[in-house]
C-alpha cells in the first residue's frame, strides 16, 4: 500500500490525452422490444433431446407462434455432454446424437432462431458443464453451430464476481462475432437492474416460476408464484426499457393453473414489458391455451415500440390498477383482480388522471382526453355502443383473473 502511494507520476505522461481503448459492448440491436419464444425448462426441465426441440420447433411454426412473433426456440439445462480433449464442449451424445449445429440448420430453415444455456460457475444447475474458465471457447463454440441466444444461469457461483463474470462472457460472445442475445439469468440476487443495461439484454429479476398463481412462494422451496413475482418485478419498472428488460421468469401458460389464472398471468407480463418465453408442451395445447398466447393485440402490449414496463397505479382490496404508455398517445389499463372472488367495479377515468413521473413523463389526461376503449379479451356484443371514457364503465373481473384495454385517444371530431 505505501509502495502505491509512493507511486508518482511524471507530468509529462499525464498531460498526454488519454489513448482511449475501444471497449467491448454488448450486441445492439437485439432487444428493441422484449424477446419472445420457447424454452424447455419449465415443462420438460432436463429430459430434452433434439427429437423433443424438433417437434417443438414444427408445433412453433404450424400453430402460427412464429408468425405472432415467438422466435427463439431455446433449449435450457441438459443439453451438455463433457468437453472435448480442446476443452471445447460437447452435446450429450445420448440425446443430442447429431449435434447441436444440425439442430440450428433446422431451426434456422423453419424461420427461428436457436436458444441455448449456459452457467457462470463450474457447473450448471442440473450439474452439467457450466462455462467458469471456459467462456471465450464457449462462445466460439456457439458461434460455430448458429446459436443465436445464451441465457446465462448462476449456480455454482460462490466467490465469483456477478458483474465480471455477465460482463466475461458478454465480451465473450462479442469477440466471437454472432450476434447472440444474452439472457442474464442470476435471478435478482445482485440487483443486476442497477448494473446490467451494458452488460445483458435482459436480467432474471427472481426465483425460479412456478405454475401457481398465489401461496407461500417458499411453500416450494424456490418456487415463486405468479403473484409474488409480479411483487417484486413492478418496482423495478424505472431500468427496463429498450435493449434491457427486466425478466420475471418464463411463462408458465398452459401447465397447468386455471385459465383465469393463465389469462392473468400472461397480461400481467405484456404489461411489465417482460419476456414472453412460452414454456408450455406446444404439441399439445388446448384452445384456451392458444386463445392466450396468440391474442395479436395483448401481445402488442408487450411489444409496443414506447417500451416502457407498465406501472402499478392503484390497489385497493387486493384490486390494481395498471396503466402502459403506448406509441403514438395509446394506452394499455388493465384490471387485476387477486382475490378468489369475482369483483364488480365502476370505473370513474377522473379517478386516473395521473401523470408516470418515473420512467415516460406521460399523461392520461382523462380530464381533457377522451379515449376509445377496447376490451382486449372480450370482442364486443354486436349491437353494443362503443366505450369511450366520456362515461363510468362498469366491470366484472373474475377471481385471480384480469380486464385489460386498450385506450386510443379520439379524433378532435371539430373541423375549423
Ligand atoms: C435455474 C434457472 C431456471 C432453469 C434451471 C435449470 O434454476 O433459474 O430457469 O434454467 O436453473 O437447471
Not at 385459465?259 to 404439441?283: K, Q, Y
Request: proline share 5%; hydrophobic share 35%; with cysteine.
Amino acid at each position: 500500500m505505501a509502495l502505491l502511494t509512493m507511486v508518482s507520476v511524471p507530468a509529462s505522461i499525464s498531460a498526454q490525452p488519454q489513448q482511449r481503448q475501444r471497449q467491448p459492448q454488448k450486441w445492439e440491436g437485439l432487444a428493441d422490444t422484449p424477446q419472445m419464444g420457447w424454452n424447455s425448462w419449465n415443462k420438460f426441465g432436463g429430459n430434452i433431446s433434439e427429437e423433443l426441440i424438433r417437434q417443438q420447433a414444427d408445433a412453433m411454426v404450424e400453430e402460427g407462434l412464429v408468425d405472432a412473433g415467438y422466435i427463439y426456440l431455446n433449449m435450457d439445462d441438459c443439453w451438455h455432454g463433457e468437453r472435448d480433449a480442446d476443452g471445447f464442449v460437447q452435446p450429450d451424445p445420448k440425446t443430442f446424437p447429431s449435434g447441436i449445429a444440425s439442430l440450428a440448420d433446422y431451426v434456422h430453415s423453419k424461420g427461428m432462431k436457436l436458444g441455448i444455456y449456459s452457467d457462470a460457475g463450474r457447473k450448471t444447475c442440473a450439474g452439467r458443464t457450466g462455462s467458469f474458465g471456459h467462456e471465450y471457447q464457449d462462445a466460439i463454440q456457439y458461434a460455430r453451430w448458429g446459436i443465436d441466444y445464451l441465457k446465462y444461469d448462476w449456480c455454482s457461483s460462490e466467490n465469483i464476481n456477478p458483474r465480471g463474470a455477465y460482463t466475461l462472457m458478454r465480451d465473450a460472445l462479442r469477440a466471437a462475432g454472432r450476434p447472440i442475445f444474452f439472457s442474464m439469468c442470476e435471478w435478482g440476487s445482485n440487483k443486476p437492474w442497477e448494473w446490467a443495461a451494458e452488460v445483458g439484454h435482459s436480467w432474471r429479476t427472481t426465483g425460479d416460476i412456478t405454475a401457481r398463481f398465489t401461496g407461500d412462494p417458499r411453500q416450494r422451496g424456490w418456487g415463486q408464484t405468479v403473484l409474488s413475482i409480479i411483487d417484486q418485478n413492478a418496482p423495478l419498472r424505472k431500468y427496463a426499457g429498450p435493449g434491457h428488460w427486466n425478466d420475471p421468469d418464463m411463462l408458465e401458460v398452459g401447465n397447468g393453473m386455471s385459465v383465469n389464472e393463465d389469462r392473468a398471468h400472461f397480461t400481467m407480463w405484456c404489461m411489465m414489458a417482460a419476456p414472453l418465453i412460452l414454456g408450455n408442451d406446444l404439441s399439445k395445447m388446448t384452445e384456451e391455451t392458444r386463445a392466450i398466447i396468440l391474442n395479436k393485440d395483448v401481445i402488442a402490449i408487450d411489444q409496443d415500440k414506447l417500451g416502457v414496463q407498465g406501472l402499478r397505479y392503484k390497489s385497493e382490496n387486493e384490486i390494481e390498477y395498471w396503466f402502459k404508455p403506448l406509441e403514438g398517445g395509446d394506452w394499455a389499463f388493465c384490471i387485476l383482480n387477486r382475490t378468489e372472488e369475482p369483483a364488480t367495479l365502476d370505473i370513474d377515468w377522473q379517478d386516473f388522471n395521473l401523470t408516470d413521473d418515473e420512467v415516460s413523463n406521460l399523461s392520461t389526461s382523462f380530464d381533457r382526453i377522451t379515449y376509445s376503449v377496447k376490451d382486449l379479451w372480450k370482442a364486443p356484443a354486436k349491437k353494443a355502443k362503443a366505450v369511450t371514457t366520456k362515461k363510468n364503465m362498469s366491470v366484472t373481473v373474475p377471481g385471480h383473473d384480469v380486464a385489460l384495454y386498450r385506450l386510443t385517444p379520439q379524433a378532435d371530431k371539430k373541423k375549423k
